[in-house]
């Protein structure tokens, strides 16, 4: 039985997805509740890494075991060993031979600001916290030049390594609810840290640190130190992920 699982975590108390030697991850914990309620777990497969302290209102991964659960079980069973941070809100039976990375299309995230001249104590850990005014309409404006296929070198952390640098944007846009401006990116695969330095660009803009309608010649360069900085993790979640063949 190959086994799908959708997630929701807050990732404030891990470091990533990710198994780590020295740190606790949440793979090693779903991992663990697997293996608790089953009898055994060779490896859960995560649909993307995450870096530390970055949250998931969706995030899909998948087991294969010889057992049969009923999958209403599975889904009480596993969140009865699983940490409080973490969530099994779905459980599904796959194809053999479906990988929930490799079968992976594309991934939305969105990147969480709160907005506001006064801090919010419950948005601590879960945004960003922003205190000068932000023109969501200038930026969901400025947002629309991510959207292709380009090079993004401009936008991933140095020192990273990659195969290659090339990515496909679908969409992105930028909106306020409230207090909350936030940006939605959609594309086929991110870098790493890349959509938390695409954030960064949208503040230095609002700044005047880089100028309104330059993002084109941003990601043209290919130069880390023409992009903004790197927001801080808490306002980054993982938040749709898309399979179409399944």
Known sequence: MNYLLTLM?????????QRQKNALSVQECVEKAVSSLFGS?????????TDAGVHAN?????????????????VTGLNHFLPEQIAVTNAAVVPEEF???FDCV?????YIIHNSPVRDPFSV????????????RMLNEQVKDYIGTHDFSSFRAVGSDVGTTVRTIFDAEVGREGDKVIFRVEGNGFLYNMVRIMAGTLI????????????????SSRNRLRAGMTLPPDGLYLNK??????
């Open 9 to 17: 975590f807050d990732g404030s108390s891990f470091h990533g997805w």
């Open 41 to 49: 777990c060779d490896h859960v497969t995560g649909c993307s890494r």
């Open 58 to 74: 969706t995030y899909k991964c998948n087991f294969q075991h010889d057992k049969m659960i009923p999958l209403s079980n599975v």
């Open 99 to 101: 990988n929930a990375r």
């Open 106 to 110: 594309s991934k939305e995230y969105i």
């Open 125 to 136: 850990g879960r945004a960003y916290h922003y205190k000068y005014p932000l023109d969501e």
């Open 204 to 219: 230095y803009i609002s700044e005047n640190k880089i100028a309104p309608g330059t993002i084109p010649e941003v990601i």
């Open 241 to 246: 992920v898309n399979y179409e063949r399944f």
